[in-house]
Each structure stands twice: as structure tokens, then as C-alpha cells.
């Protein structure tokens, strides 16, 4: 493919994996625009969710924009 996957090296994705609610929001923008990947809808919202759930502001006001 084109696309390269986000390695779970990815710095981003290890601060996400350790619980950082920015680099979950940060991770969840990489995969919803496919930026250093391929588009992942299911995995961006899952980041975003997580993110939203540990209280970021970003990500509550994104989820709100897209409704």
C-alpha cells in the first residue's frame, strides 16, 4: 500500500497506549485523516473515545463540530 501504518513505535501512538489524553486526540486526528497511514474510522474513533473519556477539551469539541 501507499499508506504506511502507524508503528506502534510511533511516538504518539506510545504516549496514547500509556494513557495521555492529548496523544490519544493526537492519534485519533492521524488516523481519521490519514496522515502517516491509511484512513481508519474505527481506530480514530476509538482513540477519540478514549481521549473524550479522560476529560480532553479537544476532543469534545471536535466530537461536537462533526454533529
Given amino acids: ?10 511516538r ?3 504516549a496514547a497506549q500509556k494513557g495521555l489524553c492529548d496523544s490519544q486526540y493526537r ?5 481519521d485523516r490519514g496522515f ?12 477519540l473515545k478514549k481521549s473524550i473519556n479522560q476529560g480532553d477539551r479537544s476532543s469534545k469539541s471536535d ?4 454533529f
Fill in 1 to 10: 500500500s501507499f499508506f504506511l501504518t502507524i508503528s506502534p513505535n510511533h
Fill in 12 to 14: 504518539y501512538s506510545k
Fill in 27 to 31: 492519534l485519533a486526528l492521524l488516523y
Fill in 36 to 47: 502517516g497511514c491509511e484512513r481508519n474510522k474505527a481506530l480514530s474513533d476509538a482513540w
Fill in 63 to 66: 466530537i461536537l463540530h462533526e
